[in-house]
């Protein structure tokens, strides 16, 4: 592994162990004021309640093979006035091309280290299991042409194996996904349950259910 980015992983999971995240590339705001007044549909659709974290989904951001997209971009796509106006966006973590993390969603009042999803950790990642789950996002996903294609470097392959494996060896019961598992849809451009046999993950965390027979690889 190529030493210089892998000490920026490093650092940036030290960094959440001590705090989840914020402030590694991004100052990510805190959940506005307004989230725990105006309640939007999809917040009622997904409770408030704290889940057990079941779930982490991969996605990618369906950008053009190369195109290095900035995380404050997604967080713009998703919230910004011009963009979709969630109340916060939908991934907690982005890899960007130079296989950099960076976190997008800052919670100050959730325990990082404990096995739930608490509300002020949701993202908006797949409606309706977002108090499951926690969600990471690679940038790219399509061709040149705008088709479908894991177009992951190796730069983020290396950063979402470490990524994947740190979150399983902390939440040892977790499942990961793609997002084309739970919506019609390619997101992430590969099919997750293959990808995991290759690094080797155990079969016990690995969710394998395909009721939209995605079959791209
Ligand atoms: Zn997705």
Known sequence: MEQKWLN???????????KRGGEFTQKAKPPKQKDQITIKSQEIEEGINM???KY???HCSATKEGVNIK????????TGKNGRG???VGYSDVITLDGALHNLHYSENSNPYDDYIEYDEMTWGVKGINKYSKHVCYIGGLDSDGN????????QKGTLEIYLKHELLRHPDLLVAGHNQFSKKACPSFFVPNYCKSLGIDIK???TDNPNEYNGF
């Open 86 to 88: 969630w109340s916060r």
């Open 205 to 207: 965390n690995v969710y």
């Open 56 to 58: 982490l989904i991969i």
């Open 148 to 155: 479908p294609k894991n177009t992951m470097t190796n730069e």
């Open 71 to 78: 995380p404050e971009q997604i967080v713009d796509w998703h």
């Open 51 to 53: 889940s057990k974290y």
């Open 8 to 18: 920026k992983v490093l650092l940036y999971l030290g960094q959440i162990l001590k």
